[in-house]
């Protein structure tokens, strides 16, 4: 299973949700008496999507290398082997042991070509490909092995166990899940936390998302360092809309794990998403700057263009300007998109640099030309600017992408005058 990190992209209607509520900050000193002056205006708000989580996090199970794999014995196949052909996996056993996995695997599969009701050689040969990192050939070889075994009533535990991890890691979770219930309700003991985090994750995979969350809990209570249990856990809070429960998990996560890049991304995201929800500006203000730190902390571990955006949203947020613009002019570069274009935009133009405002979202707009937010910005711009003319032009522009936008129609009469003069 390939080692992923958590880089959701978020959604333009959510950045421009989460915008529309930072444009309402300078509402208020733009909109005063003068009717020639520009103002800046609400856009209409847009839901958040649930889009927000982005891609799934998929960190990479560790195998447990210690018990599970350690029952593997030279011995005599289950059932009769033909007289004439060797069925005896002492000398496989014996590179097995020498760390030869290759060819331990190599000769275990030509004994199991020779005898294939041979189950400790079917057994041997998945065990080392196991540690070749051949997972599906593992899972293939191994459940020949449990096949045979369970034929003869001599189940053996330690077949279940890398049977489950190597299903797991093959990222066969349907396959996977009922050996991980058989493994964790075992009455022989505690189970290893690890496969309590095999048995969530598969669980989570095949959609059985409330079951996911009750192990995962599980995983984390019995080993409250497992940082991927508590990832998943905020990311399930995430999508129930439970904002308070994400944060904490996530911040439980980051404190586990500094370098898991994908909780810090989803522990930003919550931050935005809750100072969004909330009318308290005290508590807002709270989260916004909770979000410039987990965001600043994303940052040295991504420096792509969309880790540098969602930080930067977190800046406006906090009303921190001249920052934001400085994060993302390192990714404003010519494929940059339409929405970091925007955050750009209206970074330098929140910071009164409207030059750069402007020429930021000349070029948001060339890249997406129906973004209604990067009109109403770059109109305000020229306005505070004296250039009517493209005020005027760029709020006809915007009617023609929506027609029904009152504060567009307000602004272009506004403009006319002077447009002429």
């Known amino acids: 299973m390939s080692n992923q990190k958590v880089t959701p992209i978020l959604a333009l209607s959510f950045a421009l949700s989460l915008l529309a509520i930072v444009l309402v900050a300078g509402s208020a000193s733009s909109a005063e008496a ?21 891609p799934e996090p998929k960190p990479s199970p560790v195998a447990n290398n210690n018990a599970p794999l350690l029952d593997v014995k030279p011995t005599r196949p289950v059932g009769n082997a033909p007289v004439s052909t060797n069925t005896d996996t002492t000398h496989a056993f014996q590179l097995f042991q020498q760390k030869q996995y290759a060819a331990a695997a190599k000769e275990a599969k030509e004994i199991t070509g020779n005898d ?68 964790t309700t075992r009455k022989d003991g505690a189970p290893d936390p690890q496969f309590i985090y095999y048995r969530g994750l598969a669980e989570y995979k ?32 995430l999508a129930k ?30 931050y935005l998403r809750r100072a969004t929800s909330t009318n308290d500006e005290t508590k807002a203000n709270a989260d916004y700057l909770g979000a410039v730190r987990t965001g600043e902390a994303l ?21 921190q300007y001249a920052r934001a613009a400085t994060a993302l002019e390192k990714v404003s570069t010519d494929n940059a998109s339409g929405i970091t274009l925007y955050l750009l935009g209206l970074s ?37 600017t004296k250039q009517y003319a493209k005020a005027f032009a760029t709020y006809d522009k915007a009617l023609k992408v929506a027609p029904d936008d009152a504060d567009f129609k307000e602004a272009l009469e506004r403009v006319r005058p002077f447009a002429k003069s």
């Not at 449990?146 to 279940?160: A, G």
């Not at 991890?165 to 009922?178: I, N, W």
């Not at 995962?216 to 360092?225: L, Q, R, S, V, Y």
């Open 34 to 54: 003068q009717s020639s002056r520009p103002r800046r205006v609400k856009p209409a708000p847009s839901p958040t999507p649930d889009s927000l989580l982005g």
């Open 116 to 183: 294939p009701g041979n189950a400790e050689a079917w057994k041997l040969a998945g065990f080392s490909e196991f540690y070749l990192k051949q997972y599906n050939e593992a899972a293939e070889d191994l459940q020949k092995a449990l096949d045979l075994q369970r034929r003869t009533e001599q189940e053996d535990p330690h077949t279940v166990d890398a049977l489950a991890q190597s299903y797991t890691l093959a990222e066969k979770f349907d396959r996977a899940l009922p050996l991980l219930v058989l493994i």
């Open 206 to 237: 095949t959609g059985k998302i409330d079951d996911a969350e009750k192990t995962f809990n599980a995983a984390a209570k019995a080993n409250p360092k497992d940082a991927a249990s508590l990832l998943y856990l905020g990311q399930i809070a």
């Open 241 to 270: 809309k439970d904002l308070d429960a994400a944060i904490s998990a996530l911040n439980r996560a980051t404190a586990n794990d500094p370098k898991l890049a994908s909780a810090w991304w989803l522990l930003t995201s919550s």
């Open 299 to 319: 940052t040295r571990l991504r420096s792509d263009e969309e880790a540098v955006g969602l930080y930067a949203r977190a800046l406006i947020g906090a009303q």
């Open 348 to 384: 330098y133009s929140r910071a009164n640099n409207f030059p750069k405002a402007i020429t930021a979202l000349e070029r948001s707009l060339a890249k997406t030309p129906n973004d209604v937010n990067s009109y109403r910005e770059l109109g305000y711009d020229y306005e505070k």
